[in-house]
């Protein structure tokens, strides 16, 4: 079994940038791809970024294609999210999540963490 908390989360104006991380708890975390999903009000929760259990690949929703980077270090069992050029439309909670294989559904994640909020000013 795997614990996520997500931290880094806050208010920041547009242009701006914001890095939030997940720390996960137990040794097997390396098993894991690790995605991060968000959900703003009156939305369904939505992909935006996984990585594999190595940290060689990634994938990324279009949305965000070209502003966020996802990265892991498997020694300290965090997965990083660096999110650049930020836009209104960014505001949500994020979640890191810790499934099998990287995929955009979040119905295929088996771990979740209870989210950070990101909000982003115009």
């Known amino acids: 079994q795997v614990q996520l908390v997500e931290s880094g989360g806050g208010l920041v104006q547009a242009g701006g940038s914001l890095s939030i991380s997940c720390a996960a708890s137990?040794?097997?975390?390396?098993?894991?791809?690790m995605g991060w999903f968000r959900q703003a009000p009156g939305k369904e929760r939505e992909f935006v970024a996984a990585?594999?259990?190595?940290?060689?690949?990634?994938t990324y929703s279009d949305s965000v294609k070209g502003r966020f980077t996802i990265s892991r270090g498997n020694a300290r069992n965090t997965v990083t999210l660096q999110m650049n050029s930020l836009k209104p439309e960014d505001t949500a909670v994020y979640y890191c999540?810790?499934?099998?294989?990287?995929?955009?559904?979040?119905?295929?994640?088996?771990?979740w963490g209870q989210g950070t909020q990101v909000t982003v000013s115009s």
């Open positions: 990585v594999t259990r190595s940290g060689g690949s990634t």
């Open positions: 999540a810790a499934g099998w294989t990287v995929v955009v559904d979040p119905s295929r994640y088996d771990y």
């Open positions: 137990g040794r097997t975390f390396d098993s894991y791809a």
